[in-house]
């Protein structure tokens, strides 16, 4: 960030020089991201909390106008959906030089932080985090909506531990305004690369023009690593990780931790399949993979007299065992005491 930067071109000087966007009250500056800065507000009008986030219009006029169209771009692809895995915009504009999305105000951490401090997940937890956000995606690419940046920093992680997958900041809607006369293989803007290289599918690595199987690549590649705490592929050379991503098969979680069930072993390596054939060719496909294991698990688990048939845990099986002997030892107790009573003295 560049040094003596003019208060309104820095959004984390919003919250002082302004104390408002549009209708919007900003209260509190929660973080920062590729192409905006995050607050917490609060609507007036409907008097709840929101989350409000401000472009940062630094650099020159004609990146600051390609930067708008994008964001711009963000609250059309995103504000277009109504799923409750994916976050809620309730409003976009541009205003007193302020361009701005007011979204729905989540409680939790993003999947990133969390990994980052250590928290782990089991196959289950995996399964079921995974599967609602391939639920959403499918929803998503039937509006003809693609994400193009899935990853953890992308998946917020409530304290319900429901996910909702967030910031749509590159994806591609039917009515965007990116310019459509830049050539299809272009994947970069302001010299960044367009999507996290860690989780970016070999076609976006590739330099090639993408569809909604590449959300499903980056997805596999978020469940790789939830399962086997560490990233499909690792390098600090860029070139070197994009080459990797493009021709490179990673190990099998399964091969990694043993413990891994290889059914959700071979759900993750067919999401991240190179050949788009081989791949999953929907997300709906994947959500139906990953919520039949869940449904095996709940199966065996009631099998096992551990759950009830709704999904909760039970130990009702224990007590209903209980209360069976005792009463057999009462029925015993009886018996016994009427044959005494009875026997001739």
Do not use: C
Not at 24 to 44: C, I, Q
Not at 117 to 124: E, K
Not at 144 to 159: E, M, Q, S, W
């Amino acid at each position: 960030m560049q040094k003596n930067k003019t208060t309104s071109d820095n959004p984390s000087n919003a919250m002082n020089m302004h104390k408002r966007a549009g209708r919007f009250y900003l209260t509190e500056k929660l973080g920062t991201g590729s192409n905006g800065t995050v607050f917490r507000g609060h609507d007036p009008v409907i008097d709840r909390d929101v989350a409000i986030k401000i472009l940062n219009a630094s650099g020159n006029a004609a990146d600051k106008k390609q930067r708008e169209q994008q964001f711009i771009n963000e609250a059309r692809a995103a504000g277009r959906l109504s799923h409750p895995n994916i976050v809620t915009i309730f409003d976009a504009s541009s205003e007193g030089g302020t361009t701005f999305i007011a979204m729905e105000f989540l409680g939790g951490q993003d999947l990133k932080m969390m990994l980052a401090a250590g928290r782990t997940f089991d196959s289950i937890e995996t399964t079921d985090i995974i599967q609602r956000i391939a639920d959403a995606l499918a929803y998503a690419h039937e509006k003809a909506v693609i994400h193009r940046d899935i990853k953890p920093g992308n998946i917020f992680i409530l304290t319900n531990n429901q996910p909702k997958v967030v910031d749509f900041g590159i994806a591609r809607a039917p009515n965007r305004l990116l310019d459509e006369n830049q050539p299809a293989n272009v994947t970069l803007f302001n010299n960044n690369i367009l999507g996290t290289p860690n989780y970016m599918s070999p076609e976006q690595a590739m330099g090639k023009q993408v569809n909604a199987q590449t959300d499903i690549y980056s997805l596999g590649a978020v469940m790789y690593e939830m399962l086997t705490l560490q990233k499909p592929f690792q390098s600090n050379d860029i070139d070197k990780l994009l080459n990797q991503i493009a021709y490179k098969t990673p190990k099998a979680p399964s091969e990694i931790n043993p413990a891994i069930p290889e059914s959700l072993s071979r759900i993750v390596m067919k999401a991240m399949q190179k050949e788009l054939s081989d791949r999953y060719q929907t997300a709906r496909e994947m959500a139906d993979d990953l919520q039949k294991v869940l449904d095996r698990d709940k199966r065996l688990k009631r099998k096992r007299g551990k759950i009830s048939p709704d999904g909760a845990e039970n130990n009702t099986s224990t007590e209903s065992n209980t209360l069976l002997w005792l009463s057999l030892a009462a029925i015993l107790i009886a018996i016994a005491f009427a044959v005494m009573v009875n026997l001739p003295r």
